[in-house]
C-alpha cells in the first residue's frame, strides 16, 4: 500500500484523454469497494521515496476522486524503455486506446527508444504491419485526427484518406465521408482519384425511407457491438451484407463475447 500523493503520472502515458463519466463510475465502484487490482509504480527518479506510474492511471485518478489516501501497487525497478513498454502493453492489451492514441504512443516508442517496426510490434503483441498504420495514421490532418477520436470515422476510414494527397483535398474527402456515411471501400476509391475534386465524384442518391432504416440498425447495432456496422442490401432490401469492423484481437473477441458466440 502506497500514498496516493506520493504518485506522480507516467511521463509516457499513451492515453491522451479520460472520459469523465467512465473515471466518476470507476470512482464509485472505488469509494464502494476499494482498488480491487493493484497499480503498478517504480521508484521515482525526480522525488526521493515517490513513485511514479507506471500502469493504472485510471485507477490512480480514480481513487483520488474516491478520497483514499493509499492504493495497492506493485513497485517494479524499470527502466524508461520497459515503463513506456508496460505502458503501452497494458493500454493495447486492454483495448482502451483509440486508433489515434495507440498510434502517437506506438511513434514516440519507436523513435525515442530507436526501435524497428518489427521490434516494437513484437514487443507491444501486435503483427508489424498494424504498427506502421497506427504510426501512420499520426500523418494525418489534426482534424482528421480528431474525427477517428470521437468515432466519426474508423482507423480504417483514416488509412484510406492517407491515399489522398495532405492538405485540403485530403480534409474535403474526409468531410465528405462523415457527412454522407462513406463505407471505407467508397472512401478509398475518391482517395485514388486524386485529380478530380469530390464534389465531382459520383454521390450516392438522395436518402429514402429505406437508407433511414439501415442507417438506424447500422447505429443500433454498432452502439451494441461496440464498432463501426455497415449493412449493404439490394435494391429490394431482401439479401445483403453485414460488415463489422475491429481493431484488434481483443476488440475481436470482445465483439464475439457481445454476440455471445461461445468461446472453446
Do not use: C
Amino acid at each position: 500500500m502506497i500514498e496516493v500523493g506520493g504518485v506522480t503520472p507516467s511521463r509516457y502515458q499513451p492515453r491522451r484523454s479520460f472520459d469523465e463519466t467512465t473515471l466518476q463510475q470507476l470512482a464509485d465502484s472505488i469509494a464502494r469497494a476499494g482498488v480491487m487490482q493493484p497499480i503498478i509504480v517504480r521508484p521515482s527518479k525526480d522525488a526521493a521515496g515517490g513513485f511514479e506510474l507506471v500502469a493504472g492511471e485510471r485507477r490512480w485518478r480514480a481513487a483520488q476522486r474516491a478520497g483514499l489516501a493509499r492504493v495497492p501497487a506493485i513497485v517494479r525497478d524499470l527502466s524508461d524503455e520497459e515503463s513506456a513498454e508496460w505502458g503501452l502493453v497494458e493500454n493495447v492489451q486492454r483495448d482502451e486506446l483509440n486508433a489515434i492514441e495507440r498510434g502517437f504512443a506506438l511513434k514516440e516508442m519507436a523513435e525515442r527508444f530507436n526501435l524497428a517496426h518489427a521490434e516494437l510490434a513484437q514487443r507491444v503483441g501486435l503483427d508489424r504491419s498494424s504498427v506502421a498504420n497506427l504510426i501512420r495514421l499520426t500523418e494525418l490532418e489534426p482534424e482528421i485526427r480528431e474525427m477517428i477520436t470521437s468515432g466519426k470515422l474508423s482507423a480504417g476510414h483514416g488509412k484510406a484518406l492517407l491515399m489522398a494527397p495532405p492538405g485540403a483535398l485530403r480534409l474535403t474527402l474526409a468531410k465528405e465521408a462523415v457527412m454522407r456515411s462513406w463505407s471505407v471501400r467508397r472512401l478509398e476509391m475518391a482517395a485514388r482519384d486524386k485529380d478530380v475534386p469530390p464534389a465531382a465524384a459520383p454521390l450516392p442518391h438522395e436518402p429514402t425511407v429505406r437508407d433511414a432504416v439501415v442507417r438506424d440498425i447500422e447505429r443500433r447495432v454498432g452502439q451494441h457491438l461496440g464498432t463501426k456496422v455497415e449493412v449493404y442490401a439490394d435494391r429490394a432490401g431482401k439479401r445483403g451484407r453485414l460488415v463489422i469492423e475491429y481493431y484488434g484481437l481483443d476488440h475481436f473477441e470482445g465483439i464475439l463475447q457481445r454476440m455471445n458466440v461461445p468461446q472453446e
